[in-house]
């Protein structure tokens, strides 16, 4: 496991920095994003579907890592992983540079009052704040969760905490393993309801 991440990582950074994001081509990506994204992941990145994610104002160096992830399987994905097969790696440049571009998506909900009040000690004591912002809304290839689907977010954090969550360098995976049922579900919920700029 910590062999291919490694692998995964060193492949990554390659073509991270191999072509700099400047040289990739937004239009390209919102026709491509257009055509077979957005039946999905919603007009402008903004999904409507609760389990699938919503891309609008994501870090570029994540949607890459992502669609990276999902193409070489380690990010295990029924869905996303035949997606992301045929791509080359200028459409994936191409598709985080315009996904990155956009204006992100508004919280689609508010937090229940319990999980608004328990959850920012919750993302001081675990770090999360370290690594995604103080507002969560990510810096280079750590993704924005503010304001992210409920459902998807759970589900993420289920995945991690058994293992089977593609993960760059096994940071979320060992940070979730200490998280309980309950941890899960009240960070869930309040970062959900973040509306961060
Ligand atoms: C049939 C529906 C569907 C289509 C079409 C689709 N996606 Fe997805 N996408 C999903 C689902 C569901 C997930 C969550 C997958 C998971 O984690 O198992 C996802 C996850 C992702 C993620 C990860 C986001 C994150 O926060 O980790 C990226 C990036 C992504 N898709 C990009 C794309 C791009 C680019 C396209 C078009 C080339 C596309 N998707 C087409 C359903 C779809
Ligand atoms: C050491 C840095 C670090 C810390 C601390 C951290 N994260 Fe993460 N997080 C990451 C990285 C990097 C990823 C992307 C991993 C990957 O896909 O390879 C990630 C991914 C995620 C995802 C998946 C998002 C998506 O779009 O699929 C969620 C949800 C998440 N983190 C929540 C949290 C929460 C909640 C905490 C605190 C309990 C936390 N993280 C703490 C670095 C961190």
């Not at 039946?39 to 699938?52: I, N």
Request: glycine share 8%; net charge negative.
């Amino acid at each position: 496991m910590i062999r291919r991440t490694a692998v995964v990582t060193a492949a990554l950074c390659a073509l991270l920095t191999a072509v700099p994001a400047a040289a990739y081509d937004a239009e390209a990506g919102r026709q491509k994003a257009e055509a077979n994204c957005a039946p999905c992941h919603g007009k402008d990145g903004v999904s409507e579907q609760p389990t699938v994610p919503s891309l609008a104002g994501q870090k570029n160096d994540y949607v890459v890592l992502a669609l990276f992830q999902f193409r070489n399987g380690h990010r295990p994905s029924e869905v996303m992983g035949p997606i992301a097969k045929p791509l080359a790696d200028n459409d994936l440049g191409n598709l985080a540079k315009y996904y990155s571009s956009l204006q992100p998506w508004p919280a689609g909900r508010a937090a229940d009052a319990s999980a608004a009040a328990a959850g920012p000690a919750l993302t001081l004591k675990d770090h999360c704040i370290q690594c995604h912002g103080p507002n969560l809304t990510g810096q280079d290839s750590v993704p924005r969760i503010a304001g992210q689907k409920i459902d998807y977010l759970t589900m993420q954090l289920k995945a991690f905490h058994a293992g089977n969550r593609g993960d760059i360098d096994g940071n979320m995976t060992s940070i979730a393993a200490a998280l309980s049922d309950a941890d899960i579900a009240t960070l869930a919920d309040y970062v959900s309801g973040l509306s961060a700029p």
